[in-house]
């Protein structure tokens, strides 16, 4: 046996704070009128006291911090009618309910302390901010357990290489800046970025290879197990009294060799594969003849999550009787990768003997995302006034699933011989629970020209590919039960996908407001389009060039399941409110691309016979596959001018549904199908769902004393389309 196990925690903080004060001795002033207006009896340095109902006592700094809070008055009540002697202040407990209450404390200090220093700077006080925050953490391991050239006779024997990875990765970032001032100016800017790589790479694999096995009373068993656990969060927080920006940059990964930061951004960008994929997960009998006693079972497992939650939030917050321009920009690009694959395989082998016989692979990637970017600008200037405020978010979520369990003899033919059953199964799922949601709010006041703009654009790629294959291949299949080839594969893609912007203006003179919110999202469910396949998601369970005889049952099953629930919300309202000429314009869309490609096929082709002493021979294919998806665009613009106006509104949602799946069920070129005691079944099935919804909204109000003109559009378009052939056949056999 060859185990690992490898638990890894890591949490990483950043913070950046600048801050300027130049309050000409406000501070001073105030802390010198909490002195004078301050009241109480004693303090808990005043010793030992007589003290009466309504004394009051003052927690010193040093006081003990578990018996009442420092810097507070205590009360006293429900004290006894000649009052309480003797008490030691120094050690009484004012934390006692039914004897002290604490006094509401409201200190001139505590007030400017919680007010941005913009509003008690009297100069120019400029303030800059800058951070830098890159966590690389790369978790890697390979587990091998070989078993090779052995002629081995023993009771029973177990091959298993067991590999088991944790990550768990929190990482904060937090920058401010605390500067300027609403009578003098002064810049204050707060930047920051972050780079996050997580990488978990992890190999199992258990061989018996070239040799010979015989047990006398126990099992033979090759056993692989890989399971990759991985828990990212990546925050991001930036603040500002004029212009916030801060970008993250997110790279979760399991089962991928870690790239650098050019070729995780193209593939993040373009959905390229430039950072190479991990080995499978792998349990092999390769060019070894067994024969056991008990039962031979090769089993293959592969489990690789991902639970990432990547939010960036950008304020900014700025007021000044001077010409202000207040800007924030929250963006961030995260990818979630995962590359899983399970291989249970006997290759090659001469014969095989044993009671039950059982090849199975099992293999789970999922990935749970949660993706945001906020931005939030505030501004306010007796002169012209500017506040944009941008949120943009880029998510790409990808699970790449291979599954192959099978008997195979490439180069002539493997004699499979069973007391009891054969069963050669395959499990695959992928799952994907994605919310990417970017938000802009700009607020302008002014008292002459005010602009403002705000910005949400949310974009999401969320893809499964997977392809299983479970068969036997130049095999001859003795057994006294029955066969099983079987393979089931179940894909699930949850989206949402939401960009919001809002933005409004209030000047005195002329005022010009922007809001665009726009969202993306292509959620598919296909197969591998590389060397020569077609990009259809395979799932196979068959007999190729197979001799069969059974006594019992002999089924030949593929099933899939592949759903689809995507919401896509692009979302933008502005208001402009103006003395004079005014201007307000707001845009919001939704695109969504959301498909499922798949090819079920459940087959026997060649072999010189299919006997079935007693039961049935039954071929089945089934596909179940269903989209359900909403696409909503909407945008709402009001315009209020003293003068003229102009109101403009466009709501776009356009969605394209596509279901393609072919399925196959059949038996051809078999020389003899002789089913005895039971029936024949071939069957083909496929239930195919599209609910679509597209929705585009568009709301244009002017209000002017002068010429307004008001526009307002919308559109909404949806394809959805169904398509594939289902056969089931059985020809070419006596």
């Known amino acids: 046996r060859a185990k690992d196990a490898a638990i890894v925690k890591v ?18 002033a105030t802390s010198l009128f ?54 030691d202040l120094a050690t009484e407990n004012f934390r006692e309910s039914n004897r002290w209450i604490k006094a509401i404390d409201y200190k001139a200090t505590d007030f400017l302390n919680g007010l941005p220093n913009q509003f008690t700077n009297f100069t120019k006080s400029d303030s800059t901010a800058v951070g830098a925050h890159v966590v690389r953490n790369v978790v890697k391991s390979d587990v091998l357990a070989l078993v090779e050239n052995l002629l081995l006779s023993a009771d029973r024997m177990t091959v298993e290489a067991l590999n088991q990875l944790n990550l768990d990765a929190d990482i904060l970032s937090s920058v401010k800046s605390d500067g300027g001032s609403v009578i003098a100016g002064g810049k204050s800017i707060a930047v920051n970025g972050t780079v996050a790589t997580n990488a978990m790479v992890g190999t199992a694999e258990a061989i018996v290879r070239s040799g010979s096995v015989l047990t006398t009373v126990g099992d033979v068993v090759v056993r692989a197990s890989n399971e990759s656990v991985m828990d990212a969060k990546v925050i991001s927080d930036i603040t500002s009294a004029g212009q916030a920006i801060g970008v993250t940059l997110a790279f979760n990964t399991v089962g991928v060799e870690p790239g650098n930061l050019l070729f995780q951004n193209i593939d993040t960008i373009v959905g390229t594969n430039l950072s190479a994929a991990a080995a499978p997960v ?101 002169a012209g006034g500017k506040s944009v405020s941008i949120g943009f978010a880029l998510s790409r979520n990808d699970i790449k699933n291979s599954l192959v369990s099978s008997i195979d ?28 949601t970017a938000t802009g709010v700009s607020v ?43 393979v089931e594969s179940n894909a699930t893609v949850e989206s949402l996908v939401r960009a919001v ?27 591998a389009s590389d060397q020569g396949r077609d990009g259809l998601s395979d799932v ?128 051809k070129d078999v020389d003899t199908v002789n089913v005895e005691n039971g029936s024949l079944t ?12 597209a929705v585009a909204a568009s709301v244009a109000v002017g209000v002017s004393g002068g010429t307004g003109i008001t526009a307002s559009g919308g559109g909404a378009v949806a394809t959805n389309d169904i398509s594939g052939d289902v056969l089931d056949f059985c020809k070419s056999t006596d």
Request: proline share 0%.
């Open 540 to 667: 196979r369970a068959f007999t190729k060039n197979t001799s069969i005889d059974a006594g019992e049952a002999v089924t030949i099953r593929a099933a899939a399941t592949g759903e689809i629930d995507a919401d896509v919300l692009g979302i933008a309202a502005g208001v402009a409110v103006s003395g004079q000429g005014g201007i307000g314009a707001s845009v919001g869309g939704a695109v969504a691309d959301n498909k499922i490609a798949r090819d079920i096929s459940a087959h026997i082709d060649g072999g010189a016979q299919v006997k079935v002493a007693s039961g049935d021979l039954e071929v089945t294919a089934k596909d179940d596959s269903a989209i359900d998806a909403s696409t909503v665009g909407a945008a709402a613009s009001i315009a209020v001018s003293g003068t003229s106006g102009t109101t403009f509104s466009v709501g776009l949602a356009i969605a394209d549904n596509d279901i393609q799946s072919n399925v196959n069920a059949f038996v």
């Open 501 to 527: 912007a809002a933005s409004f203006s209030l000047s005195g003179q002329g005022g010009i407001n922007f809001a665009v919110g726009a969202a993306f999202a292509q959620n598919q469910i296909i197969g």
């Open 409 to 436: 003899h490439s180069t002539g033919s493997t004699l499979i011989d069973a007391t009891g059953d054969i069963a050669v199964a395959g499990d695959d799922s992928s799952e994907i629970v994605s919310t990417t």
């Open 282 to 382: 792998a349990a092999r009998i390769e060019s070894t003849s067994i024969n056991s006693v008990g039962d031979v079972i090769v089993t293959a497992t592969s489990t690789a999550q991902i639970k990432a939650d990547v939010p960036v939030s950008a304020k900014s917050l700025q007021f000044s009787i001077q010409g202000a321009t207040t800007a924030s920009v929250g963006g961030v690009v995260a990818l979630n990768r995962v590359a899983s694959g399970a291989a249970a395989e006997i290759n090659d082998a001469g014969f095989i003997k044993g009671r039950n016989i059982i090849v199975d692979a099992e293999n789970l990637g999922t990935i749970v995302s949660d993706v945001s970017a906020s931005s939030i600008a505030i501004g306010g200037s007796a």
């Open 444 to 486: 302008s006041l002014s008292g002459q020209g005010g602009t403002s703009v705000g910005g949400g654009g949310a974009i999401a790629f969320n893809n499964i590919t997977t392809d299983s294959n479970v068969f036997i291949k130049d095999a001859e299949i003795t057994t006294e039960g029955g066969l099983e080839v079987g």
């Open 34 to 87: 909490d002195k004078l207006v301050a009241d109480y009896s004693y303090t808990t340095k005043s010793g030992v006291r007589d003290l009466a109902e309504n004394h009051s006592v003052y927690i010193a700094s040093d006081f003990d911090a578990s018996k009442g809070d420092r810097g507070a008055v205590y009360i006293l009540v429900n004290a006894p009618d000649d009052g309480l002697k003797n008490v």
């Open 11 to 28: 949490d990483s903080t950043f913070k950046a704070v600048s801050t300027t004060e130049n309050s000409a001795g406000l501070t001073l």
């Open 682 to 693: 071939i069957e083909a099935e496929r239930e195919g769902s599209i609910k679509a919804t």
